[in-house]
């Protein structure tokens, strides 16, 4: 069974110093939750864990990079509680309060996170003087923002369902988009940073 992800989150491995973009079709896979009998067979915490690794090798690099880092540590155990998710066994809306606790302080953290990220990029690009990467590095994180925020205005579009149908389908479509842009911009800050 195919469910949708808790949230999104930037997918990149920082590695040696610098940041080194992942493969691209694994990318647009980890947009989707694969689950069986209700255990996620590609665990956020194995993301979680890379970062980690990434963001204690960068983190001489720019404080934003320690404080990702830090708060990247809550992350890989919040992804603990979505490693096993109990199936859906019946129709209708089933509300889970520990569930909505975990996901909006995951929502919250990964934006943080992901603030922080680009925020060490744009210093370590305006330290090399490399104006493109920063413009760049601001744009994404502007469009990362505005990709949260319309994923969750998709929660109040539910109470129309024709138009809640076209809008996730153009959510998705701006999300892959976004995550190739991305992992571009990622591949270039590895080249030139």
Known sequence: MVTPPQGRR????????QLQARDLSHELLTMIDFRIQGFDILPDIIGYILFAVG??????QSSYFKKAG??????????IFSIYEQPDTG????FNPMGMVVGIVSLILGLVIVY???MGIKEMAN??????????????WTQYLLLQVAAMVAFVMIIIPPLAIIYIVAL???SIALTILIMRFMKRCEQYL
């Open 10 to 17: 930037l997918t990149a491995v920082l590695t040696s110093g």
């Open 116 to 118: 922080y990220l680009f």
């Open 172 to 174: 998705f479509v701006f």
């Open 127 to 140: 330290r090399q003087e490399k104006t493109t990467i920063y413009e760049e590095a601001e744009k994404r």
């Open 91 to 94: 129709g209708g809306i089933h």
């Open 70 to 79: 830090n708060l990247n540590i809550f992350m890989i155990f919040l992804s």
């Open 55 to 60: 963001f204690s090798t960068l983190a001489e």
